[in-house]
């Protein structure tokens, strides 16, 4: 410790995002003189709609020391392999966007290109019976790989489907432990330093007042510091993702939870359908300026697959980014930095790479612009690269049976997405910029799972024999389907490693 060490942290704001961030500040700022506190109002609550998540998670969950079984049991669990995709190429169109790897690359050459040159030679089956994960999942089998996984079940990547409200409770548990205190109470009134503009302090109904050097603003939409105090602005994107309504409401499983999310594509928007251990998840996004609130939620409740477990639960929300993530000494994380809908799950990691971020450049109470700098172009560009690939979905589409189909269809997209595709649909080249949140993979999937198919393919791979590949590729699909029929069930597995203790039945009296 120095004299320049920040020793106030206030996290404001609970769920989700704020105890991913107490509990990481728990683990890695654990020095003996920095002091987390978090401010949560239970009279305000959470919305808590990001049941989905992608790989990277287990990566945080690891750095934590989290035992996966343990947080499977207590947040009602299951596998998540990929996304399956209905209605959104065309109507009736169906395809899944794997985790994980496809194939295997030859020579620095993507496998989908050897795919490609085949396809060009004779009828292939769809590029996906080369993902582990996609065969996997199409037959409902899960097994963990471990670190000393063989081919092919090494290919076999995996995230969770879980229930946020119990997550957020779970890493509320492992943050207390950690020493972070949790202050209850609703913020009146936040306190800037006059000279600097700083956050000084807040000020809560009951009177308390919460001083801090460095404040994390998780209090979601409203941006109750990032916004609200600082007045940092917001960049709207809704000209190019024009969905901002949502409306959530679990049902009962109508049978064994499958290892996948669902997005059925409907006439205004798009449903979410997400297996738990207990409940399925679902939910409706569309866009108010083309279907009404009461028609989304007849449409929703029309397609459950089973009965309803709650009243429907609306939200309003704009799809964008806040223009700073970092401004003066607050930093927002969550709903309160941006939001881009959940198509991709992407809600939750975008939290956990704001933390990476934040601990990779902490600052100490000087502030070094450098230090904030850094962080924004970062966030900035990992936003970018998440609205780019779901703008990809709505306007890579055939639909035209709807206005709001026909308006997808018709956006001008950003230049550097518009490259992309050209790009691609020239000679099925994907050119990665920087570290990317989204590999080859599974730009492929969608581009080809929705009709962006390549006129050509890369003509290096005319340098590898025809024959050979083609014996190479029929091996490798024959081994993704013969590891899957060995695999448990997901059903199975959970319940012989991580199955959530069930309710205790009522006791029966006798008078």
């Known amino acids: 410790m120095n004299e320049h060490s920040i020793r106030e942290?206030?996290?404001?704001?609970?769920?989700?995002?704020?105890?991913m961030a107490a509990a990481a500040l728990s683990r890695f700022l654990n020095n003996g003189y920095t002091r987390v506190t978090l401010i949560e109002s239970e009279e305000i609550g959470t919305i808590g709609v990001g049941e989905a998540t992608i790989p990277p998670l287990i990566a945080f969950n690891s750095l934590l020391g989290i035992n996966e079984n343990e947080f499977m049991k207590a947040t009602q669990a299951t596998f998540k392999l990929g996304i399956e995709f209905v209605n959104w190429g065309g109507v009736g169109d169906r395809y899944f966007h794997p985790f994980g790897s496809m194939g295997q690359d030859l020579q620095g050459l993507p496998f989908h290109q050897l795919y490609l040159r085949e396809r060009a030679r004779r009828v292939m089956p769809d590029i996906t019976e080369w993902a582990m994960t996609a065969?996997?999942?199409?037959?409902?089998?899960?097994?963990?790989?471990?670190?000393?996984?063989?081919?092919?079940?090494?290919?076999?990547?995996?995230?969770?489907?879980?229930?946020?409200?119990?997550?957020?409770?779970?890493?509320?548990?492992?943050?207390?432990?950690?020493?972070?205190?949790?202050?209850?109470?609703?913020?009146?009134?936040?306190?800037?330093?006059?000279?600097?503009?700083?956050?000084?302090?807040?000020?809560?109904?009951?009177?308390?007042?919460?001083?801090?050097?460095?404040?994390?603003?998780c209090s979601g939409f409203r941006g109750l510091l990032i916004e609200q105090a600082l007045e940092t602005g917001y960049e709207d994107w809704t000209h190019w993702l024009p969905c901002d309504r949502a409306i959530a409401v679990p049902s009962k499983l109508s049978g064994p939870a499958e290892p996948f999310t669902r997005s059925t594509a409907h006439s205004s928007g798009w449903q979410w359908r997400i297996p738990l251990q207990?409940?399925?998840?679902?939910?409706?996004?569309?866009?108010?300026?083309?279907?009404?609130?009461?028609?989304?939620?007849?449409?929703?409740?029309?397609?459950?697959?089973?009965?309803?477990?709650?009243?429907?639960?609306?939200?309003?929300?704009?799809?964008?980014?806040?223009?700073?993530?970092?401004?003066?000494?607050?930093?927002?994380?969550?709903?309160?930095?941006?939001?881009?809908?959940?198509?991709?799950?992407?809600?939750?990691?975008?939290?956990?790479?704001?933390?990476?971020?934040?601990?990779?450049?902490?600052?100490?109470?000087?502030?070094?612009?450098?230090?904030?700098d850094e962080y924004n172009r970062n966030m900035k560009k990992g936003f970018e690269w998440v609205r780019d690939f779901i703008i990809l979905h709505y306007k890579a589409t055939k639909r035209d049976d709807s206005e709001f189909w026909k308006r997808c269809r018709s956006i001008d997209i950003p230049a550097e997405l518009s490259e992309r595709i050209e790009h691609f649909r020239n000679k099925g080249r994907i050119f990665a910029e920087g570290v990317e949140l989204f590999p080859v993979t599974s730009w492929v999937a969608v581009m080809m799972g929705q009709h962006i198919v390549p006129e050509d393919y890369d003509p290096v791979v005319d340098g590898l024999d025809v024959d050979k590949v083609a014996g190479a590729m029929e091996q490798l699909r024959t081994a993704y389907l013969d590891m899957a029929e060995r695999l448990p069930t997901m059903s199975e597995f959970i319940a012989n490693c991580c199955a959530a203790p069930k309710p205790a039945e009522p006791r029966e009296f006798a008078l």
């Open 9 to 19: 942290v206030v996290i404001v704001g609970g769920g989700t995002a704020g105890w």
């Open 278 to 372: 207990h409940r399925m998840g679902n939910g409706h996004v569309y866009s108010s300026a083309h279907i009404s609130d009461e028609d989304a939620q007849r449409v929703l409740l029309d397609n459950l697959e089973g009965e309803p477990l709650a009243e429907p639960r609306r939200l309003s929300f704009t799809t964008g980014r806040r223009k700073m993530a970092w401004n003066r000494n607050v930093v927002s994380l969550g709903l309160s930095s941006g939001f881009v809908e959940p198509l991709e799950s992407t809600s939750i990691h975008l939290v956990q790479a704001g933390i990476a971020r934040l601990i990779n450049v902490f600052p100490d109470r000087r502030f070094n612009p450098l230090e904030r």
């Open 135 to 217: 065969v996997a999942a199409s037959r409902g089998k899960f097994a963990r790989p471990g670190r000393e996984a063989q081919f092919p079940l090494n290919q076999l990547n995996y995230a969770f489907h879980f229930d946020a409200g119990l997550y957020a409770r779970f890493l509320r548990n492992f943050a207390e432990a950690g020493g972070v205190r949790r202050v209850e109470g609703r913020i009146v009134d936040v306190q800037l330093n006059g000279e600097t503009g700083f956050v000084e302090s807040v000020k809560l109904s009951d009177g308390q007042s919460i001083a801090g050097e460095l404040f994390i603003d």
